[in-house]
């Protein structure tokens, strides 16, 4: 069974910095692409970073680009994600989720953690 | 960006009631789309991938249709365990968006 795990979330004061992990299980974490994904209070889901299986590409949306790092310890089945320089607006349930890639080209999250609260506030 | 323009923003449906939400691309996205389902206080769950392909377990009242810019979630026969919101996602191309949600209450 798949499972994802999230941890490290919690209150920080804007400017500061927070790493969220996700251990993973169930699967062969080095073969699969994974992704952050956040969903402020009552709002809607806004994708934030991907890593590839092997960690050598990544991507980011721009609101974060530069203040955030994913990566990915492979040996541990470990996803990370560095948040520096903090924003009230980054304020939300953070959701560590696999990528599914079928066929190589239809991609999208075919499993998702429970999610870890990040609150941004002095 | 892509944006996805998804309809109704909620929704009321009477038990047994097939109901339909919408989502709309701001560009082709060659159906690289896929619909989730989210109960309250929930993490997402995947229904549907590339547009129409049920995800494993899921319950076969739920379809996906849809190409191009245009794309459908339909729900046949509406059950008690059906509510929730649903998002649509994009993943043609980066960055990956969602849709802005549909509630679905039973009426």
């Given at each position: 069974?798949?499972?994802?795990?999230?941890?490290?979330?919690g209150l920080v004061q804007p400017g500061r910095s927070m790493k969220l992990s996700c251990a993973a299980s169930g699967f062969?974490?080095?073969n699969y692409g994974m992704a952050w994904v956040r969903q402020a209070p009552t709002k809607g889901l806004e994708w934030v970073a991907t890593i590839s299986y092997d960690g050598s590409s990544t991507y980011?949306?721009?609101?974060?680009?530069?203040?955030?790092?994913?990566?990915?310890?492979?040996?541990?089945?470990?996803?990370y994600l560095q948040m520096n320089s903090l924003r009230s607006e980054d304020t939300a349930t953070y959701y560590c989720t696999r990528v599914e890639d079928w066929e190589l080209f239809y991609w999208y999250f075919?499993?998702?953690?429970p999610g870890t609260m990040v609150t941004v506030s002095s | 960006d892509i944006q996805m323009t998804q309809s109704p923003a909620s929704l009321s449906a009477s038990l047994g009631e097939t109901i339909s939400i919408e989502c709309r691309a701001s560009e082709d996205?060659?159906?690289?789309?896929?619909?989730?389902?989210?109960?309250?206080?929930?993490?997402?769950?995947?229904?549907?991938?590339?547009?129409n392909r049920l995800q494993d377990g899921v319950p076969s009242r739920?379809?996906?249709?849809?190409?191009?810019?245009q794309y459908s979630l339909k729900i046949s026969g509406m059950q008690p365990e059906d509510e929730g919101d649903y998002f649509c996602l994009q993943g043609s191309k980066?960055?990956?968006?969602?849709?802005?949600g549909t509630k679905l209450e039973l009426k």
């Open positions: 069974e798949v499972q994802l795990v999230e941890s490290g979330g062969t974490f080095s980011y949306r721009d609101s974060v680009k530069g203040r955030f790092t994913i990566s990915r310890d492979n040996a541990k089945s470990t996803l075919d499993f998702w953690g | 996205i060659y159906s690289n789309l896929a619909w989730y389902q989210q109960k309250s206080g929930k993490s997402p769950q995947l229904l549907i991938y590339a547009a739920f379809s996906g249709s849809g190409s191009g810019t980066f960055p990956w968006t969602f849709g802005g």
